[in-house]
Nanobody, 121 residues
Framework: QVQLVESGGGLVQPGGSLRLSCVAS????????MGWYRQAPGKQRELVAF???????KYADSVKGRFTISRDNAKNTVNLQMNSLKPEDTAVYYC???????????????WGKGTLVTVSS
């Protein structure tokens, strides 16, 4: 089994910054892509950013230039640095990882339980 645990959410004023972190633990041989998704009230879950095992990144247009995703392969961690936050960034942010395990050599998707980010004055 694999667990993903997010941290770093909270309340921040518009224009402020937050840093989200996600740690993967359990039966992990390696991790392919890792990413962050978010779901705002009444909306579908959407991709925010993801990063491949080789370090290539992709961002949603709405966060380009403001958010930066990074990972530490040795620690099975992915981070999301969020700057210049806007009220429309308010959502529950979920960590996602494509994990290769001893029983899942082709990889399997895992999700964290989410962390709430609220941007409000």
């Amino acid at each position: 089994q694999v667990q993903l645990v997010e941290s770093g959410g909270g309340l921040v004023q518009p224009g402020g910054s937050l840093r989200l972190s996600c740690v993967a633990s359990g039966s992990i041989f390696s991790i392919n892509s890792m990413g962050w998704y978010r779901q705002a009230p009444g909306k579908q879950r959407e991709l925010v950013a993801f990063i491949t095992g080789g370090g290539s990144t992709k961002y949603a247009d709405s966060v380009k230039g403001r958010f930066t995703i990074s990972r530490d392969n040795a620690k099975n961690t992915v981070n999301l640095q969020m700057n210049s936050l806007k009220p429309e960034d308010t959502a529950v942010y979920y960590c996602n990882a494509d994990v290769v395990g001893t029983m899942t050599p082709g990889g399997m998707d895992y999700w964290g339980k989410g962390t709430l980010v609220t941007v409000s004055s």
